[in-house]
């Protein structure tokens, strides 16, 4: 993982209060991971963003491979507010992520499940601030109405297994 995406994420953890010592147990995130799924505006939803996100970073029944490729909304410098809410569909990309992987009992990254989570929560966002626009996530809505990127997700996964990333969390 390259130094400016691991300090993107370790700010995206303590800003979304990140303090608990113990481990995230599987329980506990798919409960933030619903809360999550239920609305990424809510009252619960930092919490559950910081739940999530320390469970990707830590749990070895994950792997979630991190950069420009997966989430590219992630390497862009915006102000204060849009990176709160680019660090919070952060953590809904590796909600996404997540769920699918426990699901199938196997950590194999496929960054699909994210993305869709990612559009669901982004929508959400945009309805309580129609002035946020993303360009990254319009790209991944426009990408999922061609009917094309499920096959974008298919070929990332295809290079992630010839040449093994150095970018997991």
């Known amino acids: 993982m390259n130094f400016r995406l691991t300090a993107l994420i370790l700010l995206a953890c303590v800003g979304l209060g990140v303090a608990r010592a113990e481990p995230v147990s599987r329980p506990e995130v798919l409960a ?35 950069g420009p490729e997966t989430m590219p909304w ?55 601030q129609p002035e946020m626009i993303i360009p990254e996530v319009e790209d991944l809505i426009e990408k999922e109405r061609a009917g094309v990127l499920k096959d974008e997700a298919d070929e990332f996964i295809k290079e992630q297994q010839k040449q093994p990333p150095d970018n997991m969390v």
């Open 74 to 128: 992630v390497q862009t410098d915006v102000p204060e507010g849009e990176a709160r809410v680019r660090a919070m569909l952060m953590a809904v990309y590796f909600a996404g992520d997540i769920k699918a992987q426990l699901q199938k009992r196997r950590a194999e990254d496929d960054p699909y499940p994210g993305w869709l989570a990612v559009i669901k929560a982004y929508k959400q966002i945009r309805k309580k």
């Open 32 to 66: 933030a991971i619903a809360v999550l799924e239920n609305d990424v505006t809510g009252p619960d939803a930092v919490r559950a963003a910081a739940t999530v996100t320390r469970f990707g970073k830590e749990s070895d029944a994950v792997l979630i491979v991190v």
